[in-house]
């Protein structure tokens, strides 16, 4: 590709930045040269995780292509860092007409594929569109009081870390524990996985134990899924002298 700084520049998304919205017009494409992105498609009220995509996987060359909007939402989940290159001057690197148009066929079918697969776990699943999570100790009950119902995901669990009241918002939960350093501001988050849920440690240092199993970020494994009906959530501190786990549920329904 020509250097040309009109048409490609890197660029540095931070975590929970949109690369691009479903249904909006391609601008081009990006070459993801250091991070992780989220891909995720919405259909009605159902929102699903197709793929998590990292370092040197190209993202938007169909739309780029075909010059038609994103089917797709891209979405970083980690500080990410890419390439992007005008939709123009990617398609003027197929300028040989056969190639082109096996390029852009291959593309079509790609983006076929995607959608009918979209569409097939969307009219088939039977997951709920919502969960609950409840304090499990004597600590996080009194500070959650009641359940609280996530319906948009990702759902963030963190510490307030002031500790100036609970905070409870559509797409987190934080809770004043000041004295829990090892609890960190965003510890774990719950994300949907395919037809179902799970459970992602943010990059702490003591991970989260999910159902007994110990999952965190830099290791195997770093995501949990969730089981339909009850599960149990765990921070256990580390240094942290003479404090007790962080206990929670989270009540998934069989059906919504």
Known sequence: MANNANQQVEMTFPRHAVLFHQGTASQ????????????IRKDGDVMQTLATLSNGTLLGETSALEGSEHSVTAIATMPT?????EAEAFRKQFTDPLVHFVVKTLAS??????????HKVVNTIQSPKSLRLRGDCEITHTLLKS????S??????GNSIRGT????????????????PSFSAAHFEIVRRGNGFAV????TNVGVY???????????????ELNPGENRIEVRPQGDKGKSPLKFKVFMPVKD
């Open 28 to 39: 081009g494409v990006h070459i993801i040269l250091e991070g992780e992105v989220e891909i």
């Open 81 to 85: 860092r890419v390439l992007f290159v």
């Open 109 to 118: 079918r790609v983006r076929a594929t995607v959608e009918n697969a979209a």
């Open 147 to 150: 359940d609280i119902t996530i």
């Open 152 to 157: 948009q995901f990702p759902f963030l669990v």
């Open 165 to 180: 009241g609970t905070i409870v918002q559509p797409v987190h939960a934080l809770l004043p524990l000041p004295n829990y």
């Open 200 to 203: 992602r440690d943010l990059g």
């Open 210 to 224: 999910v159902n007994g199993l110990h999952i965190k970020k830099y290791q195997e494994p770093a995501v949990a």
